[in-house]
């Protein structure tokens, strides 16, 4: 547990370095099994993930009970119910990353790399807004991720999901780059229609 607390504190640190999150925003979590049970360590609410310690993790069950002191992201129900729904993810970043969040803005899509693994969509997976923090968001949230590794959330942010907190983090910032890369080339396009 303490490894898994201490490597969500580094990637914490990591993204919001790489400004995929700001001031207090973005979330992180990661699964793993205590005798019987699934325990979720998650960031807690309303603190920059630049300044979290060992202390700020909150532990959580499954049914969103909280284990420990601390008050969970706000978030903490997107958190559940995509792990209720994916036995096989053991780690989730949530950011607000400004090339990939601007597309979730706009009415354009990020389409799929090879970075993503095997390419079976043209575009990442997306959904509908909800109200940050909601229970319509957690729902559509964990029936729109699939059996994908990223949904964009529409006017808000994304998620990223895989086995484990190293991967879900460079996803995240593949997504960030993969956003970046073709917001460029939208440029570059727009500006060889005006010469």
Same mark, same amino acid.
Request: with cysteine.
């Given at each position: ?12 640190? #990591?993204?919001?370095? $790489?400004?995929?999150?700001?001031? $207090?925003?973005?979330? +992180? ?9 699934? +325990? ?29 002191? %601390?008050?969970?992201? @706000? ?5 559940? #119910? +995509? ?27 990020? $389409?799929?790399?090879?970075?993503? %693994? =095997? ?5 990442? @997976? ?9 229970? #319509? *968001? ?26 484990? *907190?190293?991967? =879900? ?18 440029? *570059?396009? @727009? ?5």
């Amino acid at each position: 547990m303490k490894k898994n607390i201490a490597e969500i504190i580094e990637i914490s640190r #990591e993204i919001y370095d $790489k400004g995929l999150v700001s001031g $207090k925003s973005g979330n +992180i979590s990661a699964r793993f099994k205590n005798e019987t049970k699934d +325990i979720i360590a998650i960031t807690p609410t309303l603190k920059s993930l630049s300044e979290l310690n060992e202390k700020d993790i909150v532990l959580v069950d499954l049914d969103g009970n909280v284990l420990t002191k %601390g008050k969970p992201s @706000s978030e903490v129900n997107m958190h559940l #119910e +995509i792990y209720k729904k994916r036995p096989d993810i053991n780690a989730i970043v949530h950011t607000h990353s400004p090339y990939a969040t601007g597309f979730a803005h706009s009415s354009k899509k990020i $389409k799929r790399y090879e970075g993503f %693994g =095997a390419i079976k969509k043209e575009f990442l @997976s997306e959904i509908e807004y909800e109200k940050p923090g909601s229970d #319509e *968001l957690a729902k559509k949230a964990s029936e729109g991720i699939g059996e994908d590794d990223v949904v964009v959330l529409k006017n808000h942010g994304v998620v990223c999901v895989a086995d484990c *907190l190293k991967e =879900a983090g460079l996803l995240a910032v593949f997504v960030e780059e993969t956003a970046k890369t073709q917001f460029v080339t939208y440029m *570059l396009n @727009s500006a060889e229609d005006i010469n």
